[in-house]
């Protein structure tokens, strides 16, 4: 069970990367997915994220410069960032989500760095 990212790199400020992850091995139903980063010192903070392959939310930092969306039938999520700025540099970090009851379970994708300079 894995999550697998493409499409970190390098980018000038005020370009454009478009994030992916694909579960591989899952056999349940993944029900949210989505992307979190973490910058040197700072900790792990959401960016966006796509609830049942519908409901999304997004951080205040990334909102109108990203969107989060998610084919159903490959359970793929992807990411598009716009306009990115020097301090949107971080590892990004896939997350998938299977709620069950007694127990949930949270899966995470080994990172993918985007770096925003000039």
């Known amino acids: 069970v894995e999550l697998v990212e493409t499409g970190g790199g390098l980018v000038q400020p005020g370009g454009s990367l478009r994030l992916s992850c694909a579960p591989a091995?899952?056999?349940?139903?993944?029900?949210?997915m989505g992307w979190y980063r973490q910058a040197p010192n700072k900790q792990r903070e959401l960016v966006a994220i796509?609830?049942?392959?519908?409901?999304?939310n997004y951080a205040d930092s990334m909102k109108g410069r990203c969107t989060i969306s998610r084919d159903n039938a490959k359970n793929t999520v992807y990411l598009q960032m716009n306009s990115l700025k020097p301090e949107d540099t971080a590892v990004y970090y896939c997350?998938?989500?299977?709620?069950?009851?007694?127990?949930?379970?949270?899966?995470w994708g080994q990172g993918t760095q985007v770096t925003v300079s000039s």
């Open positions: 796509n609830i049942n392959g519908g409901t999304t």
């Open positions: 997350n998938a989500l299977i709620l069950g009851y007694p127990t949930s379970y949270e899966y």
């Open positions: 091995g899952f056999a349940s139903s993944i029900n949210a």
